[in-house]
C-alpha cells in the first residue's frame, strides 16, 4: 500500500451540496467528536519551496501570524484567486499542510471557506483528505458545506487512508450516512475500497462502521484482493477474522 499511500496523499492536493449547518454550528452527528478532538501542533515541512507567493510561503513556514496578517493585507484581491502551477487557495493551503492559526486569519481577512482551487476542491475536502480533521471541524463551524458525492467519488477511500482511526472513522460514517457517499467506492487506479484500505491499515473501528453501512467483503482491487486478504498480508488478524465471517 505505500505507493497506493503516496499516490493519494498527492492527489488528496489535486482533487476536484447541500449546506451542512449555518455558520458556528455543528452537524450533531459530529459534535461528540468535534468538541474533543484537538488541532495538532503545526510543524512545518522540511522543504518550504519557492519564496515567490509569499503569503504561501508564510502558510507553509509557520511564520508569525503577525506576519501573514500584514500580507494579507497588502494581497486582499487575491484572497480566493488561484495560485500557483497547481492552483491552490491560500485557504486550501493552510487546511491541507495542517496550519489553522494561518487559516483563521485568512477567515478573518475575508477568505470565502468554500472557495475551490483549480480542481475543485475546497479547503473542507483538503483537510479531510489530508486527515486534518480538527481543521475540518472548525471549517464545517466556519459554514463549510458537504462536497457533492457525485463530484468526489474518490473522497471517502482517501479519508480512510489516515493514521487518526477516529477520525476517519468518523467523518467516513458522515459522508456516508448524510452525504450519499458510495460505502464501496474505488480509489483510482488500484481500486482499492475505503474497507480494503481501513483493512490493511489495521483501522478496525472503519471496518467495522463500513460493515454496518453495507461494504461488500466481496469486492476486489485491481490485483484480485478481498478486504480480508489484505488485512491477512498486513497481519491484522482481529480484522481478518470479523470479514471472514461476513
Same mark, same amino acid.
Given at each position: 500500500?505505500?505507493?497506493?499511500?503516496?499516490?493519494?496523499?498527492?492527489?488528496?492536493?489535486?482533487?476536484?451540496?447541500?449546506?451542512?449547518?449555518?455558520?458556528?454550528?455543528?452537524?450533531?452527528?459530529?459534535?461528540?467528536?468535534?468538541?474533543?478532538?484537538?488541532?495538532?501542533?503545526?510543524? %512545518?515541512?522540511?522543504?518550504?519551496?519557492?519564496?515567490?507567493?509569499?503569503?504561501?510561503?508564510?502558510?507553509?513556514?509557520?511564520?508569525?501570524?503577525? $506576519?501573514?496578517?500584514?500580507?494579507?493585507?497588502?494581497?486582499?484581491?487575491?484572497?480566493?484567486?488561484?495560485?500557483?502551477?497547481?492552483?491552490?487557495?491560500?485557504?486550501?493551503?493552510?487546511?491541507?499542510?495542517?496550519?489553522? %492559526?494561518?487559516?483563521?486569519?485568512?477567515?478573518?481577512?475575508?477568505?470565502?471557506?468554500?472557495? %475551490?482551487?483549480?480542481?475543485?476542491?475546497? %479547503?473542507?475536502?483538503?483537510?479531510?483528505?489530508?486527515?486534518?480533521?480538527?481543521?475540518?471541524?472548525?471549517?464545517?463551524?466556519?459554514?463549510?458545506?458537504?462536497?457533492?458525492?457525485?463530484?468526489?467519488?474518490?473522497?471517502?477511500?482517501?479519508?480512510?487512508?489516515?493514521?487518526?482511526?477516529?477520525?476517519?472513522?468518523?467523518?467516513?460514517?458522515?459522508?456516508?450516512?448524510?452525504?450519499?457517499?458510495?460505502?464501496?467506492?474505488?480509489?483510482?487506479?488500484?481500486?482499492?475500497?475505503?474497507?480494503?484500505?481501513?483493512?490493511?491499515?489495521?483501522?478496525?473501528?472503519?471496518?467495522?462502521?463500513?460493515?454496518? $453501512?453495507?461494504?461488500?467483503?466481496?469486492?476486489?482491487?485491481?490485483?484480485?484482493?478481498?478486504?480480508?486478504?489484505?488485512?491477512?498480508?498486513?497481519?491484522?488478524?482481529?480484522?481478518?477474522?470479523?470479514?471472514?465471517?461476513?
Amino acid at each position: 500500500m505505500s505507493s497506493f499511500k503516496t499516490l493519494l496523499c498527492f492527489v488528496a492536493l489535486q482533487l476536484c451540496g447541500p449546506a451542512i449547518s449555518a455558520a458556528g454550528e455543528l452537524p450533531p452527528v459530529l459534535r461528540p467528536f468535534c468538541e474533543r478532538v484537538e488541532i495538532k501542533p503545526y510543524s %512545518p515541512p522540511l522543504k518550504l519551496g519557492s519564496r515567490t507567493d509569499a503569503v504561501r510561503y508564510a502558510i507553509v513556514a509557520g511564520e508569525p501570524t503577525s $506576519r501573514l496578517r500584514m500580507l494579507l493585507q497588502q494581497n486582499r484581491r487575491a484572497l480566493d484567486q488561484k495560485q500557483g502551477a497547481l492552483g491552490y487557495t491560500w485557504l486550501e493551503m493552510a487546511a491541507v499542510v495542517g496550519n489553522w %492559526p494561518a487559516a483563521q486569519e485568512l477567515l478573518k481577512a475575508g477568505a470565502k471557506v468554500d472557495a %475551490p482551487g483549480w480542481s475543485g476542491q475546497t %479547503p473542507f475536502q483538503g483537510a479531510l483528505a489530508a486527515g486534518q480533521f480538527g481543521i475540518a471541524c472548525q471549517l464545517l463551524k466556519a459554514g463549510a458545506r458537504l462536497p457533492d458525492a457525485a463530484q468526489n467519488p474518490t473522497l471517502l477511500p482517501l479519508v480512510a487512508l489516515n493514521d487518526d482511526f477516529r477520525g476517519a472513522a468518523v467523518f467516513a460514517d458522515y459522508l456516508i450516512r448524510h452525504g450519499g457517499y458510495r460505502v464501496n467506492a474505488t480509489a483510482f487506479g488500484t481500486r482499492d475500497t475505503a474497507l480494503m484500505i481501513a483493512a490493511e491499515l489495521g483501522n478496525q473501528q472503519l471496518v467495522e462502521v463500513l460493515l454496518a $453501512r453495507g461494504a461488500d467483503v466481496s469486492q476486489k482491487n485491481s490485483s484480485g484482493q478481498t478486504a480480508r486478504d489484505l488485512a491477512i498480508a498486513a497481519g491484522n488478524q482481529s480484522i481478518a477474522q470479523l470479514l471472514g465471517k461476513r
